[in-house]
């Protein structure tokens, strides 16, 4: 199994900065994209950024030139750098990766625990 734990949520104002963090572990052979995603309260999951094994990046259009996602494939950790944040950016983040583990041939989809993000002044 893969296990993903993020880190750097918290509370910060409006027009701040946040950076998160996942770190992959476990039994993994392989990881192909990883990306970030994000549920407000009463809203559905929706994918924030991606990022593949190439570095080719994708972002939701609310995000794009505010947030920079980001990897280390030796540490097979992502980042997701959050400039000038807004009180709509509030939501639970979630990461996922598509990764292989040792001896399987499948690639499955794993997710995180989820960190909060809070925008407020």
């Known amino acids: 199994q893969v296990q993903l734990v993020e880190s750097g949520g918290g509370l910060v104002q409006p027009g701040g900065s946040l950076r998160l963090s996942c770190a992959a572990s476990?039994?993994?052979?392989?990881?192909?994209?990883m990306a970030w995603y994000r549920q407000a309260l009463g809203n559905q999951r929706e994918l924030v950024a991606v990022i593949g094994r190439d570095d080719s990046t994708n972002y939701a259009d609310s995000v794009k030139g505010r947030f920079t996602i980001s990897r280390d494939v030796a540490k097979n950790t992502v980042y997701l750098q959050m400039n000038s944040l807004k009180s709509k950016d509030t939501a639970v983040y979630y990461c996922n990766t598509n990764a292989r583990v040792t001896g399987s041939f499948l690639y499955r989809t794993f997710w995180g625990q989820g960190t909060l993000v809070t925008v407020s002044s």
């Open positions: 476990g039994n993994i052979f392989n990881i192909n994209a």
